[in-house]
């Protein structure tokens, strides 16, 4: 069963924040001093041109800038950088181009300039509209912030939105993680992703966790009240911890999720390709410190590692990503992707069907409810032996 080359992204990591949030493991650091913008839009681009060869004549279906605070680069910084991509690798026409966003950075006017550039999708880190929460999770920002910088990327023409949200956090009970949904409903946003706040290792917070963590049955009470409210308000759940109006997911995301390509770009930026002429996967990541990546990127030294994905590794890596999205996969689309034949995983498949953890529709494998509960013993099924 030969490999196919899936579609394929970009992503780009802009690593910097304005004060580092104590529950984020992200690779992102506090500014100290202004930041280099036109330094690190020159070594993303000679990034790039490194990594080119992997990526020759394909075409790039959605960018997404992440961080870190992409939103802490003006504009002209965005825009030199989609130029110089595009004039590299082939867009898709209407390619999806998300920039994220904290409430704390929105400056009046950016909006515009930004989707003058490029960018045709917003993701919001409002966390949280309760501003004793904002305050306990370090935010640099309060709710009416948020608010107002929700209707200034509306305002700019901007109708893409995702609104990040967390709950399970210090202090918050039942009635406080509905009233966030409300609040973030109410601003009519494309899509939501509502995640339960982890405690990370080398976070602040793991290494002294915050008081009034809700147990684990009141953050499924969340989780489940929560999901309901959205799916009323017709916001369907389409992945563990994503929510959209009906056409409105998000492409770059699913495209991990389908196990699809990427390139990355930027301080400890991850990749993953297809390459179709050897009939290999690869994984590469840069070095993850911003000075030092910027010091390296474009040359061999910018690679913190590389690495082939064999074959026996494939379902794993295939099942982490696919058994997250509510609908699951094709049959059709494991074997391209993982360049196997469907029997390869019958057997794991057989004892996830027993389990009740997985169900068979036709050529899709589709996990249950108990399933998407029990997610890492389902993706245990389909470790190499
Ligand atoms: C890179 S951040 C997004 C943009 C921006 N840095 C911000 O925070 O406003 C991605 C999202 O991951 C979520 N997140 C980060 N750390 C988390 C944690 N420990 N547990 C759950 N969600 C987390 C937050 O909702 C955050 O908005
Ligand atoms: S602003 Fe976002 S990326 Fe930066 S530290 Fe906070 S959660 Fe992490």
Redesign the pocket.
Known sequence: MPLRPPPLSLYVHLPW?VRK?P????N?HEARGPLPFEAYVDALLADLDHDLPLAWGRTVHSVFF????PSLFPADAIDRLLQGASARLRFAPGAEITL????GTAEHGRFEDYRRAGVNRI?????SFDDGCLQRLGRIHDSAQADAAVKLAQDAGLDNLNL???YALPGQDLAMAIVDVERALALQPAHV?H??????PN?V?AARPPGGLPDDDQAWDMQEVCQAMLADAGYAQYEVSAYARPGRQCAHNLNYWRFGDYLGIGAGAHGKLTLGAQQAVVRRWKLKHPAAWLAAAGSAAGIGGEEFVAPQQRPFEFMLNALRLVDGFALPDFEARCGLPAEAIEAPLAEGVDRGWLRREGDRVVPTPLGRRFGNDVIALFLAG
């Open positions: 924040c949030c529950y984020c493991d992200f992102s992440g961080g870190g605070t994220e966003t904290n409430p993701s919001f880190g409002i966390q990040d949200l967390m992703s995640y339960q706040l982890t405690l990370e976070t917070f």
